[in-house]
């Protein structure tokens, strides 16, 4: 049930910004993007979440385009520790606001 | 962080088995979810519960059931562990942070032999 799509690994040099897109082209005008990731095994980690504007928070920088259909996450200057499976997500607006999990992509950021 | 853990952290258990896995919050949330993760996927959603006594079932619900006495407390129970259910278990609550995102516990990794 996932409606997102994400490529499965992206490479990173260290210091430089990471751009990680997520196409969510059936998404509905109600729906938020989340962005999450997972370090190891650890539980994933809240990053930032949209609905139509650009967001940026102390972590990452959210751009959503203009039709809904695609968003970036950005990560302006990766470090090691940034290494880790990025999730989008759109989060199904009924009463219970249920994820559902793509396959993620893998961040591998590179001295 | 978010007052969420999980018990135990590991366990092994054998085929057949009935196994118990333990999701407690401290922050009285109404929401818990249930998700098992495996090699190379994302999380997939097993049960979910929306109050008290109240739950429903997820994407993978088959072998599996839930119970939530008290709001807690939201347990997993697999019936008759079978190898297929070797996975890691995560728990999460729906937090107002976030604008409702999920708050992750640290995971239940099970083995069944």
């Known amino acids: 049930d996932a409606k997102t799509t994400q490529p499965p690994s992206m490479d990173c040099a260290e210091g430089r910004a990471a751009n990680l897109p997520c196409n969510h082209s059936t998404i509905s005008g109600n729906e938020y993007v989340y962005w999450y990731r997972q370090i190891h095994s650890q539980g994933p980690q809240y990053i930032i979440h949209?609905?139509?504007n650009n967001e940026t928070n102390e972590m990452a920088s959210l751009i959503i385009t203009e039709d809904r259909k695609s968003s970036t996450l950005i990560l302006p200057h990766a470090t090691l520790r940034d290494t880790a499976v990025y999730y989008c997500i759109v989060r199904v607006e009924d009463n219970f606001n249920k994820f559902y999990f793509g396959s993620g992509t893998k961040l591998n950021v590179k001295p | 962080d978010a007052g969420i853990t999980q018990s135990p952290r590991h366990k092994v258990t054998e085929t057949g088995t009935p196994v118990t896995l333990r999701c407690h919050q401290t922050e009285n949330h109404r929401y818990m979810y249930w998700y098992r993760q495996d090699p190379g996927h994302g999380l997939r959603l097993i049960h979910y519960?929306?109050?008290?006594?109240?739950?429903d079932k997820g994407e993978v619900s088959d072998g599996y059931s839930v119970s939530r006495s008290k709001t807690e407390d939201f347990l997993l129970t697999l019936e008759s562990a079978t190898s297929s259910q070797t996975s890691v278990y995560f728990c999460?609550?729906?937090?107002?942070?976030?604008?409702?995102?999920?708050?992750f516990g640290s995971g239940t990794r099970l083995t069944v032999v």
């Open positions: 949209g609905l139509k």
């Open positions: 999460a609550i729906r937090t107002p942070r976030a604008n409702y995102g999920y708050t």
């Open positions: 519960s929306y109050g008290v006594k109240d739950t």
